[in-house]
């Protein structure tokens, strides 16, 4: 069974300061990570995704996660927080079976 | 933009009805994943299609069905329509059926139930 949990279901950085948003997944086979973010009132995102090839993924808009299978995580940092990225963000793991496993959420502010 | 289209954005609609929701997905793409995000339960996956095919079934009630047509757009019917189906509802879809298939979202079809 896979399933995958987001520590923090609200976090708030200063604009400029880094942003850290943690993963952990569970998976009985190699998984596939993904990350997603959500605007208000919009759909879902594709910020980044790890399918086994580099452990360090780099995604857009300046954000990048580490695999580490030996921690079971795939956290998602920034060095520096924009206003922008204030928004709800979604790690989730996905299998073989192709279906996506999502975690509960992480809503980032960015205090200006 | 994903390319994957979605209609109607908001449905209104009493207990005990029965709505459709629609799908189209990107160019290409044989796949069709259907997902409920409400505030109770998270981010849930429904069920998936692929070229036709029922492939996957997540948490879909009894009350839900879907299919996929020919020219690949989804359709997901939701039937004796509880208050607590209120819900934003996500069709994603990808190339393939299985793999590492990237899934890319439409903008949802919010449905409250009144």
């Known amino acids: 069974a896979q399933s995958v949990t987001q520590l923090g279901s609200h976090v708030s950085v200063s604009e400029g300061a880094l942003v850290l948003l943690r993963c952990n997944y569970s998976?009985?086979?190699?998984?596939?990570l993904f990350w997603y973010v959500q605007y208000p009132n919009q759909g879902l995102q594709l910020l980044l995704k790890?399918?086994?090839?580099?452990?360090l993924v780099k995604g857009i808009n300046g954000f990048e996660a580490e695999f580490k299978k030996s921690e079971t995580s795939f956290h998602l940092t920034k060095p520096s927080a924009h206003m922008s990225d204030a928004a709800e963000y979604f790690c989730?793991?996905?299998?073989?079976?192709?279906?996506?496993?999502f975690g509960t959420g992480t809503r980032l502010t960015v205090i200006p | 933009d994903s390319g994957v289209t979605q209609t109607p954005k908001h449905l209104i609609t009493a207990t005990g009805q029965r709505v459709t929701l629609r799908c189209s997905p990107r160019?290409?793409?044989?796949?069709v994943y259907w997902y409920q995000q409400s505030l109770d339960q998270g981010l849930q996956f429904l069920i998936q299609?692929?070229?036709?095919?029922?492939?996957a079934k997540g948490n879909i009630l009894e009350r839900f069905s879907a299919q996929q047509f020919p020219d690949l757009h989804s359709e997901l019917n939701l039937s004796s329509l509880e208050l607590g189906d209120s819900a934003l509802y996500f069709c994603?879809?990808?190339?393939?059926?299985?793999?590492?298939?990237?899934?890319?979202f439409g903008p949802g079809t919010r449905l409250t139930v009144l």
């Open positions: 994603a879809s990808s190339p393939g059926g299985t793999g590492e298939n990237t899934q890319y």
């Open positions: 998976s009985s086979v190699p998984p596939y």
């Open positions: 790890y399918t086994s090839a580099a452990t």
């Open positions: 989730a793991v996905s299998t073989w079976a192709n279906n996506l496993f």
């Open positions: 160019s290409g793409d044989l796949s």
């Open positions: 299609y692929y070229n036709g095919e029922e492939r």
